[in-house]
């Protein structure tokens, strides 16, 4: 409520003075749970009687409440805690098992690799069109591997439902 009778006395209605505008809408809140002292009720509701934005105020809150209350009612469907659990550690354990079997294999190609190039390109006993052959065919395996890996990572980032259960 604004205006000059603030803190003025009541006539009539509720003892003690107009509750203001700022100390009614803090004491709204406990109004609305049914916290309020029983000797403030009269004055926050003699003041939301007469104050249209304290009473409109009131009126959201009430709203807000009935809403959240509807969330709370809907069901929603029992999650086996455990089960989750055991998913998510699976997930990790296959996760972690993958990326150290990577780095494993990352190792041994680059060791074949470095094996590779000693003793069979730099090599003077062994014929070019032989090196070239095996340089060919290596490279092109690495480039087939990385384009599948490319295309499988971005087949999954884009997978529409990836999401969805089976």
Same mark, same amino acid.
């Given at each position: 409520?604004?205006?000059?009778?603030?803190?003025?006395?009541?006539?009539?209605?509720?003892?003690?003075?107009?509750?203001?505008?700022?100390?009614?809408?803090?004491?709204?809140?406990?109004?609305?749970?049914?916290?309020?002292?029983?000797?403030?009720?009269?004055?926050?509701?003699?003041?939301?009687?007469?104050?249209? $934005?304290?009473?409109?105020?009131?009126?959201?809150?009430?709203?807000?409440?009935?809403?959240?209350?509807?969330?709370?009612?809907?069901?929603?469907?029992?999650?086996?805690?455990?089960?989750?659990?055991?998913?998510?550690?699976?997930?990790?354990?296959?996760?972690?098992?993958?990326?150290?079997? $990577?780095?494993?294999?990352?190792?041994?190609?680059?060791?074949?690799?470095?094996?590779?190039?000693?003793?069979?390109?730099?090599?003077?006993?062994?014929?070019?069109?032989?090196?070239?052959?095996?340089?060919?065919?290596?490279?092109?395996?690495?480039?087939?591997?990385?384009?599948?890996?490319?295309?499988? $990572?971005?087949?999954?980032? $884009?997978?529409?439902?990836?999401?969805?259960?089976?």
């Amino acid at each position: 409520m604004s205006g000059g009778n603030d803190g003025e006395r009541r006539q009539g209605g509720s003892p003690g003075p107009v509750l203001p505008c700022e100390e009614a809408r803090i004491r709204l809140m406990e109004y609305l749970d049914g916290e309020l002292a029983p000797a403030e009720l009269p004055r926050l509701e003699d003041h939301l009687a007469v104050c249209v $934005s304290c009473r409109r105020e009131e009126m959201v809150y009430r709203r807000l409440e009935e809403v959240t209350k509807e969330m709370v009612d809907e069901e929603y469907p029992d999650v086996d805690i455990e089960v989750a659990w055991e998913t998510i550690y699976r997930r990790m354990e296959r996760g972690f098992g993958w990326l150290i079997m $990577s780095v494993g294999f990352i190792v041994l190609l680059g060791y074949g690799a470095w094996q590779l190039l000693n003793q069979f390109f730099l090599d003077p006993t062994q014929p070019f069109l032989l090196k070239f052959g095996v340089g060919a065919a290596v490279a092109g395996a690495i480039v087939l591997l990385i384009s599948i890996g490319r295309e499988v $990572s971005t087949k999954y980032r $884009s997978e529409r439902y990836r999401e969805v259960q089976r």
